[in-house]
Nanobody, 126 residues
């Protein structure tokens, strides 16, 4: 079992910044973790991920250069720093733990993730 708890969402003006946190517990060490978001009426989409072993970052094209993922292994917590937020970034943001033996080159595929947090709402006003 694994538990993931996101926090840090809120209301921000366009161009502003937020930092989301994903506190992990249970069977999470050594597993890939990713960030996804889902806006109303849209499918869940990949935002970014960092591989566990090599910490290679992967980002969606829409956020590359503005979002950054970091990890504090001592706290078993991942962070998603979001800068220069645009109105289209408004969504519920989720962190997720990959399934056993998930290939690191599949971090963009949401069906490769087995455990999900409850999500945190990000609202961007224009």
């Amino acid at each position: 079992q694994a538990q993931l708890v996101e926090s840090g969402g809120g209301l921000v003006q366009a161009g502003g910044s937020l930092r989301l946190s994903c506190a992990a517990s249970g069977r999470t060490f050594g597993y890939e973790r990713g960030w996804f978001r889902q806006a109303p009426g849209k499918e869940r989409e990949f935002v970014g991920a960092t591989t566990w072993s090599s910490e290679i970052p992967y980002y969606a094209d829409s956020v590359r250069g503005r979002f950054a993922i970091s990890r504090d292994k001592d706290k078993n917590t991942d962070y998603l720093q979001m800068n220069n937020l645009k109105p289209e970034a408004a969504a519920v943001y989720y962190c997720a733990r990959g399934r056993d033996l998930m290939p690191s080159n599949e971090v963009r595929a949401h069906d490769e993730y087995e455990y999900w947090g409850q999500g945190t709402q990000v609202t961007v006003s224009s």
